[in-house]
């Protein structure tokens, strides 16, 4: 098999979903672009992990939410959002203020069982924490999100 | 069911709607992704040829092995991770006569140790609060990275009679509920448990030194001597911390341990409370009382053993077993870390007493039901579990009488 191609389709594949979902699960004003470049420079080096991982998207979303982690508490430069507020639905907006009240650990439950589609169990492997620790964080950000969400739309009306 | 689920097809679909819009980046990220891949890849590759290499560093050290895989990097003693000398023998002042001095300016931390241990950095890559920074064992452990919070390589061939322990540092303790004491000295080991993480019984000392905060576990073999642990009270102790080493926790450091909401004893109500100091508390749940109207599992006792919490959150066994008038009442703080004002629509003020008839719910699959307020300044989540989700007017009765118990702690000064 070829490696470079099949990283490649893999690459393709996952790259602007990885961004999207990046894009919501850190800070406003942090470049997702960063993080998921370095997490697909890991990827690429531990290769046939990966595509033999059972949730290869997955695995690579958590690294990337990992370094942006890391890369935010290093990082000096200024902030540049990406993608750009001109460039965002108004919807997708108020996600992202909505999202912006809910701690790190909660929203990356959110995103991993959200859009990654992973079960409490799947989520708490991934995580490394018990089934109830995840239950009880998805349980908090849903009602943190719900709220926030239900604020944005009394702001807008 | 529905409107709760709101704020979670919103997420999905905005990011469906983000993903539509990005095209793919230039053709030379994708040539950089590989060429720096391939790189990284040889250079694991490369340190796994390196094992058995002796390097002489002023004091003749042994360097068994670099990192095969992943961040893990063994360094040698006096050196930075990337080998360059930054001490001396005569720049050291070791606690011990031939001791040597571990210098990790990149994270401001230097520690002394027996010549012949091993410091590894980076042991738990997965983690990101607290972050990894190194693990020593007094034997010959293996580099490779863990995917988990514990070096379990190193601690699975930890002979009887060596220790391993492993600092993390919190960045931030948004995710956190315990106490950071600062640091005594001499180093104290405490809080011996077995932790989930672990697997085997250890020590688990959480300390702040020049405004950082750090995890420190340790791991003994059975037959481990006094004086084993005294090299490692002794080594602990010789830790430098620089100040500027590292970003500390910010604003949310004061976060300091708060004690649970409790409920006023009556008869007919059994409640179990985490520890005021919190120093055993694990797990993702924030200071907590549970309250029942019907005996709790011994399983969940179990978990629940001197305050600590060492499981799940919530009474779980005697939820899933919980008869159809029954009731549970879980009251957690949910404060720490959370920032928003006191007006904030997810934990509104409300006026006491509470009303259990606030509470939003069934969620999380039925048969609970959730009151989130801001209360003496507090956010407090109530979670009422009544085995029905159709709870009868007696049964919220029941629930509203022990909320009218529930006492919130006031803030501490600290905090």
Redesign the interface.
């Known amino acids: 098999m070829d490696r470079d191609a099949d990283f490649e389709r893999f690459y393709a594949a996952q790259w602007p979903k990885l961004v999207a979902a990046l894009a919501h699960a850190i800070p406003a004003g942090d470049d997702p672009r960063d993080a998921a470049q370095e997490a697909f420079v890991r990827a690429y080096a531990k290769w046939p992990h990966v595509r033999d991982h059972e949730r290869p998207d997955a695995w690579l979303f958590l690294t990337a939410f990992r370094i942006a982690t890391r890369l935010r508490k290093r990082s000096a430069r200024p902030p540049e959002m990406f993608p750009p507020l001109s460039a965002l639905h108004v919807d997708d907006l108020g996600v992202a203020l909505a999202l912006r009240d809910v701690p790190d650990r909660q929203r990356l439950v959110l995103l991993l069982r959200g859009v990654y589609g992973l079960s409490t169990r799947e989520t708490a492997d991934a995580m490394h924490c018990p089934e109830g620790t995840v239950k009880s964080l998805f349980a908090r950000a849903r009602v943190t999100l719900a709220a926030s969400l239900a604020e944005e739309d009394v702001t807008d009306g | 069911m529905g ?23 230039e053709r030379s ?2 040539q ?3 060429r ?3 790189r ?2 040889r250079g ?1 590759s490369g340190a796994a040829a390196l094992i058995g290499i002796t390097l002489v560093l002023g004091v003749t050290l042994p360097l068994r092995a670099l990192s095969p895989l992943g961040e893990s990097t063994r360094i040698p003693p006096g050196t930075t991770p990337a080998g360059t000398p930054t001490t001396t023998p005569s720049e050291i002042t070791p606690t011990h006569p031939g001791w040597v001095d571990f210098q990790l300016p990149a994270e401001g931390l230097s520690i002394q140790t027996p010549p012949d241990w091993n410091l590894i950095q980076v042991p738990n ?5 607290p ?1 990894s920074v190194f693990e020593i064992a007094s034997y010959y452990a293996p580099a490779a990275p863990s ?3 514990a070096p379990t390589d190193a601690i699975s061939k930890l002979p009887d009679d060596q220790v391993v322990f492993w600092l993390d540092e919190w ?2 303790l ?2 956190t509920n315990s106490p950071f004491a600062p640091r005594a000295d001499p180093f104290p080991l405490q809080n011996l448990a077995s932790y ?2 672990v697997g085997q019984p250890g020590y688990l000392t959480r300390f702040s030194d020049a405004g950082r905060y750090f995890s420190l576990f340790a791991v003994f073999g059975p037959h481990a001597t006094d004086g084993l642990r005294q090299r490692v009270i002794d080594s602990l102790s010789s830790l430098q911390v620089d100040p500027a080493g ?2 500390g926790p910010g604003a949310d450091a004061a976060a300091s341990w708060l004690s649970p909401p409790t409920f006023d004893p009556v008869p007919g109500w059994l409640t179990q409370s985490t520890s005021a100091d919190g120093s055993s508390l694990q ?3 924030g200071p907590m009382t549970w309250a029942s109207n019907v005996p709790f599992d011994p399983a969940d006792l179990g978990t629940m053993t001197g305050g600590a919490l060492t ?4 009474p ?1 066994h005697t939820i899933n077993s919980l008869p159809t008038d029954g009731v549970v009442i879980v009251a957690d703080l ?1 404060t720490l ?2 920032t ?1 004002p006191s007006n ?3 934990f509104p003020v409300r006026p006491a007493p509470l009303d259990v008839h606030d509470a ?1 719910g069934p ?2 699959g039925g048969k609970q039901f ?1 009151l ?1 307020a801001a209360v003496n300044e507090q956010f407090v ?1 109530i ?1 009422f579990f009544y085995g029905t989700d159709t709870p009868s007017s007696a049964q919220l009765q029941a629930a509203q009488d022990e909320l009218d118990r529930l006492v919130v702690p006031s803030l501490p000064p600290s905090a």
Do not use: H, M
């Not at chain 2, 409107?3 to 980046?25: C, N, Q, T, Y």
């Not at chain 2, 890559?125 to 609060?129: G, M, S």
């Open positions: 409107e709760d689920l709101k704020g979670f097809d919103d997420i999905r679909e905005s990011v469906e709607r983000i993903r539509r819009g990005l095209a793919l980046p990220s994708l950089d992704v590989v720096r891949g391939r990284l890849r694991r890559p997965a983690l990101y609060n972050s995917d988990g919070c960045g931030s948004s995710d989930e993480c590292a970003p797990g993702g749940g499981g799940g959150v919530w779980q949910a870390g959370y928003a904030s629509a997810t939003i969620v999380e959730v989130t989540e979670r």
